[in-house]
Structure formats: C-alpha cells, structure tokens
C-alpha cells in the first residue's frame, strides 16, 4: 500500500515559519516527481510547488515564490515545504502529491492544516 504521510502542520502568527514533510512507503520514491497542493475551505486546490524526480526542477505558485522552497531526500524517501514569511492567506491544508514516472498514478497525502493567524 503506498502511503504519503505528512507532518509539520500547525498554528503560526503572520511573518512566521513551518516546515512540512512528507515522506512516502510503498513506491520507488525516486521515481516519483513530488509536489504540494493547498486547499483552503470554499476553494479549488492549487498547486503550491512541484519538484522533479531528481530534483533539478522546481516551479512554484506565484505567490509563494520566493517564500516556499520545495526540497527532497531522496535517501529519506521525503519531500520538504519550507514555507518562511507566512502570510494568513497561506492559511489552508496542505497535500502532498506523488507522480509515479511512466504509469503517471498520483497518490496523495492525507493533508495537513496550516494556519496563518495573528
């Protein structure tokens, strides 16, 4: 069974930082290109930042450039969000999302909150 488990999750004041992890079991992490989607209540998902399988491409939401940095271990089978200079419309529940190469399945994380309140 594949499973992406999240952590990092939490409440922070405006300007704060988190960083969230992902890591994956049950699939070749190393052949997966990962990403992190957001989904605040009443809204579409979005893709927030995408990370190839080995990590020589990134590309990331406009808003969040230049505040997010996506990052990946492939020896820890992991996925990072740092996300630095929070602003509360970063406020939502964060996914991680893996794309297995070839036969394109997605599998997704169970989600995680983040808050951005003062």
């Known amino acids: 069974q594949v499973q992406l488990v999240e952590s990092g999750g939490g409440l922070v004041q405006p300007g704060g930082s988190l960083r969230l992890s992902c890591t994956a079991s049950g699939v070749t992490f190393s052949s997966c290109a990962m990403s992190w989607y957001r989904q605040a209540p009443g809204k579409q998902r979005e893709l927030v930042a995408g990370?190839?399988?080995?990590?020589?491409?990134?590309n990331y939401l406009d808003s969040v450039k230049g505040r997010f940095t996506i990052s990946r271990d492939n020896a820890k089978n992991t996925v990072y969000l740092q996300m630095n200079s929070l602003k509360p419309e970063d406020t939502a529940v964060y996914y991680c999302?893996?794309?297995?190469?070839?036969?394109?399945?997605?599998?997704w994380g169970q989600g995680t909150q983040v808050t951005v309140s003062s």
């Open positions: 990370i190839s399988i080995g990590g020589e491409t990134t």
């Open positions: 999302s893996a794309v297995l190469s070839r036969s394109w399945t997605r599998y």
